[in-house]
T-cell receptor, first 113, second 112 residues
Framework: NAGVTQTPKFQVLKTGQSMTLQCAQD?????MSWYRQDPGMGLRLIHY???????DQGEVPNGYNVSRSTTEDFPLRLLSAAPSQTSVYFC????????????FGPGTRLTVT | GQQVMQIPQYQHVQEGEDFTTYCNSS?????IQWYKQRPGGHPVFLIQ?????EVKKQKRLTFQFGEAKKNSSLHITATQTTDVGTYFC????????????FGKGTLLTVNP
């Protein structure tokens, strides 16, 4: 199993550009989530999904959209990038919810200039 | 909203010394998880505590969950250079199955 994969690993955007961060898992996990990690801030939940077709907002959802059309994939969309979105983004999945071990992907380091 | 405070923010030790990081929640937790993130890496699950007063051990690591289920600690005995990294606690509020709240983490550095 590849576990949780994320692409790209690095990305530089200009303010106002849009892009999609990809996340996929091959463990048949129902629960998937996106976090951003900023220095000294820990991990903050952006959006999460409890299954295909079901998504909800986390702690810091503004400026981000998600969708979950399949169990395997959970892309994160930045519609109009802002410098405040410069961060490291981690996707995570777990068997049935946050009461279970979270498996994290390797992360995407995003810089918005 | 729920807050999870973690102290200290940084800890530098000599190899062989002990290390402890503490986690405190403003609300009662149904469970707490601990993760380790090596420099440049991603968080990796260490353990989950569910019961009030629970104590679990993994080799040199000891994890505790407070009686009131509002605090937790991770203690490392006789640190090694391989213990370097950031340790995060993450709490799940009772009644919520979907939102983990992470502490800001404790960065541990070990001088050989």
């Amino acid at each position: 199993n590849a576990g949780v994969t994320q692409t790209p690993k690095f990305q530089v955007l200009k303010t106002g550009q849009s892009m999609t961060l990809q996340c996929a898992q091959d463990m048949n996990h129902e629960y998937m989530s996106w976090y951003r990690q900023d220095p000294g801030m820990g991990l903050r939940l952006i959006h999460y999904s409890v299954g295909a077709g079901i998504t909800d907002q986390g702690e810091v959802p503004n400026g981000y959209n998600v969708s979950r059309s399949t169990t395997e994939d959970f892309p994160l969309r930045l519609l109009s990038a802002a410098p405040s979105q410069t961060s490291v983004y981690f996707c995570a999945s777990s068997y049935a919810g946050v009461g279970y071990e979270q498996y994290f992907g390797p992360g995407t380091r995003l810089t918005v200039t | 909203g729920q807050q999870v405070m973690q102290i200290p923010q940084y800890q530098h030790v000599q190899e062989g010394e002990d290390f402890t990081t503490y986690c405190n929640s403003s609300t009662t937790l149904s469970n707490i998880q601990w993760y380790k993130q090596r420099p440049g890496g991603h968080p990796v699950f260490l353990i989950q505590l569910v019961k009030s007063g629970e104590v679990k051990k993994q080799k040199r690591l000891t994890f505790q969950f407070g009686e009131a289920k509002k605090n937790s600690s991770l203690h490392i005995t006789a640190t090694q250079t391989t213990d370097v990294g950031t340790y995060f606690c993450a709490g799940l509020r009772g009644g919520s199955n979907y939102k983990l709240t992470f502490g800001k983490g404790t960065l541990l550095t070990v001088n050989p």
